[in-house]
């Protein structure tokens, strides 16, 4: 090789951005990024990546970057050493602890950030502050699925990997967007449909690109999937097309749960959902007749006041059909961030401890403070949402959040917002002043992952390891380095060399990681949870026994919460979610040049009915009303949305057309993820094109 290719350093690393969790090689010289370079050995994507995967990493080298702890003074932020941030963070958090107790204090954790920083985070704050208060952006997206899978199956993952999707003789997708939120899974998707004639059906309440490509596809009324679930699977026992052999042996609860259906006739379902009996019949046709039926939901189940018995209906169906345990099937929650499974396995949740062992169980919390050598308190904590509430109550004084732009993603950002500032002390962690920096009295400037090393889950439940390209920006530094620091400034003495540490910690304390070892982890090399002590992995769960003690599932009976009306005065019903090119608030994504060029802004989609109704035509300037805020947005007039549907993707950059500003505090009901797909507004024309 000559000089130069001797400068050229390749390193495996796993993608920051979603939850299908690509790896593929980063070709650097210095710190400029020369290429990516997918390779064949990569367990999810072989040579695949998408357009962020691919292109979406200028970010890294942005001069926005963070790169020295910033101290508020009045309306300004001063530098200040490392030293001083965190004596001021660990001495301002214990005050408040020892004065209001450490029910006063919240802890947001990050789906971006790695598992052992996640595991080090909840470490802190339930063996220094004393507090279960620590949730993550799981709370936002699918926590309503992984309740409806601990309800009947066990496991709050999904229960095969991107194989069994690929295998599949039919896949069912519901209220999910997988060409833009999950584009390699649906490349998968497409070539098996293609190549092996495997079937997509699709419900949704938009027409997106998989809905165009798909066998079959209906659009019920937005949220009235739950119904559109009972109705069907009521469909199939009528017909007798149960899978008797199966729920004989290995489900329980089934006459009661068959009782719970009787309302959800065809005639009820047409009605409340708006897709014909005709349809219904069709769509329980096709899943008799698939010999394997993956169903794949996102956003658009769960985020809505029924989000957790939507969920539950889902897995409910698949028990009743038999298509759990075999390849080729089973429920597939498809997450969001690059590593919000993960930040929910190492134990980002105020119920539960890593590996989701109950925080409340005794013999549980007895095996972590024998380890950590102190108490942990035993009633669960209060989730994001509560954590909020509690800030407006004055309960919770002081909020520790990482890699997290609460401040746009939660829903009504105004009341947010107001939360944010009734904090006595707020420290926020990241790589840039994001618009939740922007409440901080303190800033500390983080690593992101292509300067760290660590480990991320994808939404398979498949852990990959990610390797250090680039030392970190200025004196920012790995998340996990700065938890250890706070810890140690108050007397706890932890010392982790490197991240492997933390992991083979929770190995050794949390059963499904029994086998996780960085050994077992080398290169392209992944495992999938749970594993055993052998490191033997299980991509496929729930072959020889279901999540619970007995090993049965359980049909889990669930009745349909109507989704919440406004008044006729907000007469749209506004829809959200992913572009494409951009990923989130676009933190990332808007400090990638080539990205930010191509799509600068996202724009309202508006249905040529409601724009010829209106008198609007693409490029036209509209305010959307809704009771929590308002926005400004430019249209695009296309038939992706139907009548009175809206459509904004959630990936904004100005403050202006945050969608956030219109959503409501309401929220499913077990789990408080907020509604956003609820959302009922008004549209004045600013300017009609
Ligand atoms: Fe990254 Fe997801 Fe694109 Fe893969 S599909 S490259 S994980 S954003």
């Not at 219904?280 to 007749?289: R, S, Y």
């Amino acid at each position: 090789a000559t000089m130069r290719e001797d400068r050229v350093k390749r390193t495996k690393t796993v993608c920051t951005y979603c939850g299908v969790g690509c790896s593929f090689e980063v070709w650097t010289k210095d710190r400029d990024i020369l290429k990516i370079q997918p390779q064949a050995e990569a367990p999810v994507n072989g040579i695949s990546t998408c357009v962020k995967g691919k292109f979406g990493w200028d970010f890294v080298n942005s001069e926005d970057r963070l790169t020295k702890p910033l101290i508020r003074q009045g309306d300004m932020f001063v530098e200040a050493t490392w030293e001083e941030a965190i004596a001021l963070v660990a001495s301002k958090l214990k005050t408040t602890m020892d004065e209001h107790g450490p029910e006063s204090l919240g802890f947001i954790a990050s789906s971006k950030c790695t598992n052992e920083e996640n595991y080090l985070f909840q470490k802190l704050a339930r063996s220094i502050f004393k507090t279960n208060n620590v949730d993550n952006c799981s709370r936002y997206c699918q926590s309503p699925a992984t309740t409806g899978l601990m309800r009947t199956v066990g496991y709050g993952g999904d229960s095969g990997t991107m194989k069994d999707i690929a295998s599949s003789d039919l896949v069912f997708v519901i209220g999910a967007n997988p060409a833009e939120s999950h584009p390699v899974l649906a490349t998968r998707v497409k070539r098996a449909h293609k190549l092996h004639g495997q079937k997509i059906v699709v419900a949704d309440i938009r027409e997106h690109e998989l809905a165009q490509m798909a066998d079959f596809k209906i659009h019920p009324n937005p949220g009235s999937d739950l119904v559109m679930l009972n109705a069907i699977t009521k469909y199939i026992i009528e017909q007798g097309w149960q899978d008797q052999e199966f729920l004989q042996k290995r489900v329980k609860g089934y006459e009661e749960y068959v009782s719970s259906l009787d309302k959800f006739t065809l005639e009820y379902a047409e009605e409340k959902t708006g897709v014909s009996k005709e349809e219904l019949i069709q769509l329980a046709t096709m899943i008799h007749e698939a010999k394997t039926v993956c169903i794949l939901w996102a956003m658009g189940v769960t985020q809505h006041m029924g989000g957790s018995d939507t969920s539950t209906a889902i897995s409910n169906l698949l028990l009743v059909t038999g298509n759990y345990a075999k390849p080729g099937c089973g429920a597939y929650p498809l997450r969001g961030h690059n590593n919000v499974q993960g930040a929910c396995d190492f134990g980002t949740m105020p119920a539960w401890l890593p590996g989701y062992e109950p925080v409340e169980n005794d013999k549980v919390r007895a095996r972590y403070e024998k380890k950590w050598g102190t108490e942990i308190p035993k009633k669960p904590g209060l989730n994001n949402h509560q954590i909020v509430e509690a800030i407006m109550d004055g309960k919770v004084k002081a909020m520790y959040l990482f890699g997290e732009e609460m401040g746009l993603v939660d829903s009504n950002i105004n009341y947010v917002e107001n939360a944010f500032e009734k904090l006595d002390f707020f420290v926020v962690q990241d790589i840039f002043l994001s618009k939740t920096a922007k409440y901080a009295d303190v800033v500390l400037p983080a690593s992101p992952s292509l300067e760290k090393e660590g480990t991320f889950t994808n939404t398979e439940r498949r852990i990959q390891r990610l390797y250090q390209v680039f030392e970190p920006l200025g004196d920012s530094k790995p998340d996990w380095v700065i938890f250890q620091e706070i810890a140690n400034a108050l007397g706890a003495n932890w010392n982790y060399a490197h991240p492997g540490e933390i992991m083979a910690e929770a190995a050794s304390l949390a059963p499904i990681f029994a086998g996780v070892s960085y050994e077992r982890l080398e290169n392209w090399n992944s495992l999938v949870w749970p594993v055993a002590a052998d490191g033997t992995d299980t991509p496929l769960l729930y072959e020889d026994k279901f999540g619970f003690p007995d090993g049965l599932a359980r049909l889990f009976p669930v009745e349909w919460t109507e989704p919440l009306e406004v008044g006729e005065e907000y007469d749209l019903h506004l829809n959200n979610g992913r572009m494409l090119e951009h990923f989130h608030e676009g933190n990332m994504t808007y400090r990638v040049e080539g990205i930010a060029k191509k799509v600068p802004d996202p724009w309202l989609e508006v249905s040529p009915e409601l724009a010829e109704e209106r008198g609007i035509k693409t490029g036209a300037l509209v305010k959307l009303i809704s009771p929590y805020g308002e926005v400004k947005i430019r249209v695009w007039v296309t038939d992706l949305v139907k009548g009175k549907q809206l459509y904004l993707p959630m990936n904004t950059r100005s403050d202006e057309s945050a969608v956030n500003k219109l959503t409501s505090s309401y929220h499913d009901k077990i789990t408080h993820t907020p509604n956003y797909k609820e959302m009922h507004v008004k549209m004045e024309v600013l300017e009609a094109e």
